[in-house]
Structures are given as C-alpha cells and as structure tokens.
C-alpha cells in the first residue's frame, strides 16, 4: 500500500498522559500536514512541513503539541500533559508540493485519540 | 471563525436520485476547492476539485459548478447510489497557503 499509514489507529490514555502519533507520507511527497476533526465537524489544521521544516501552525496548536518531521520523511505528534479536549481523530495528509499546481492533499485514516 | 460555510447538514435522497451540496466562502484569496469523501473510522479521500477558472468540472457521476461571484460552490451526484453513503466536505485553499479549510460536513444517505 502506497498510500499515507498513520500509527497507532486508536489510543485510550488518561488525563495528563503524554502521547505520541507517527505518519508516514507517500513516498515521493515533500509536504506533510497535521489536521485534527472531532466528531462530526471537518477537519481543522494544525501544522504543516515542507520536508523537515516546519513553516506554518495554527493558532489550535498550543504549547502542549509539538510535531517533528526529522529526516523530512515520517512525521511524529506529541501531545504533553493530555487534556479531555483533546479527544479527537488526529489526521495526517500529504502532498506533493509545486509550484502553481493543486498540491492535492492525500490524507491518511487517522488515529482517534481517547483521553479519559 | 468558520470561513467556509457548508449546507445541508443531512441529506436523504433516493438510489438513482440526485445529491446536491452545497458551500459558500468569504476569502476571495481562496482558488483552489475541493471535495472530499469520507467513510465512517476512515480519513477524507479527494473526490474532485475546482479552480475557479472554469464553471463546472465533471467526473464521472461528480460535478462541482462555480459560482465565483456569489462565492458558492457545489457538488453534484448524479445517479445516487448506496455506497455513495458518506460524509462529503468542502474545502477551499489559497494558492499561496498550505492548509484546507473545511466546511462542516454533510451526512448523505442514499437509501435502496
């Protein structure tokens, strides 16, 4: 399968627990997305990388998330200090970036992340 | 804010019906808008996307009309089937920028 893998696909933590999410793109893509949905609303961005750099977070992505795309290959989320508000699914996308073109967004299944 | 706005919230349409949804925007730098499909425990797949240089683009059973000065989009399915069952989103992104923007969603039920 050649498309965008997300791990884990499911994660239950407690209150005040770290976590930690991996995506990994399609291959040849340069750019690598974070978004979060939470049920039944659409997805809102968080982050975005154009191979290891990250250029570009939304205001949602406070102080307690941090994302890292080291090698400008697979991309790690951090959540610190988990909050109940946090509980939603954790999407990752990527695309391939040109100039003047769509840089149509892939995007993968997504880790639902439940903090009790 | 909410900077696409997207209706209905649910729609029921018959097989072999048509399904029509329908997303209006305010950013005018917005030139790029897509719609994705997605199935319940999966993530969103694209369906078919607009630039606002033409008025209508069709695939298949998909067509998405522009209306660039009202500033509203909408997709068209044709032929509804039940497998068509799903959640549609909009979505709309400046050239110059990274991220989507997505409308709230539509719950579509195509009942046999």
């Known amino acids: 399968d050649t498309g965008v893998s997300q791990d884990p696909r499911h994660k239950i933590t407690k209150r005040g627990q770290n976590v930690t999410f991996r995506c990994d793109p399609i291959?040849?893509?340069?750019?690598l997305y974070w978004y979060r949905q939470t049920l039944g609303q659409g997805p809102e961005f968080l982050t975005y990388?154009?191979?290891?750099?990250?250029?570009?977070k939304s205001r949602l992505l406070s102080d307690r998330f941090s994302a890292e795309r080291p090698k400008g290959s697979f991309s790690t989320l951090e959540i610190q200090r988990t909050e109940q508000g946090d509980s939603a699914m954790y999407l990752c996308?990527?695309?391939?970036?040109?100039?003047?073109?769509?840089?149509?967004?892939?995007f993968g299944p997504g880790t639902r992340l439940t903090v009790l | 804010q909410q900077q696409v706005k997207q209706s209905p919230q649910s729609l029921i349409v018959q097989k072999g019906g048509i399904s029509i949804i329908n997303c209006a925007y305010e950013n005018t730098a917005f030139d790029y808008f897509p719609w994705y499909q997605q199935f319940p425990g999966k993530g969103p797949a694209l369906l078919i996307a607009?630039?606002?240089?033409?008025s209508e683009k069709k695939e298949g059973r998909f067509t998405i009309s522009f209306n660039k000065s009202a500033k509203q989009f909408s997709l068209h399915i044709m032929d509804s089937q039940p497998g068509d069952s799903a959640t549609y989103f909009c979505?709309?992104?400046?050239?110059?920028?990274?991220?989507?923007?997505f409308g709230e969603g539509t719950q579509l039920t195509v009942n046999p």
């Open positions: 996308a990527s695309s391939l970036g040109r100039i003047s073109a769509y840089n149509e967004q892939f």
């Open positions: 607009i630039r606002p240089d033409v």
């Open positions: 291959s040849e893509h340069n750019r």
């Open positions: 990388f154009q191979n290891e750099a990250q250029l570009e």
């Open positions: 979505a709309a992104k400046e050239t110059s920028g990274s991220r989507l923007t």
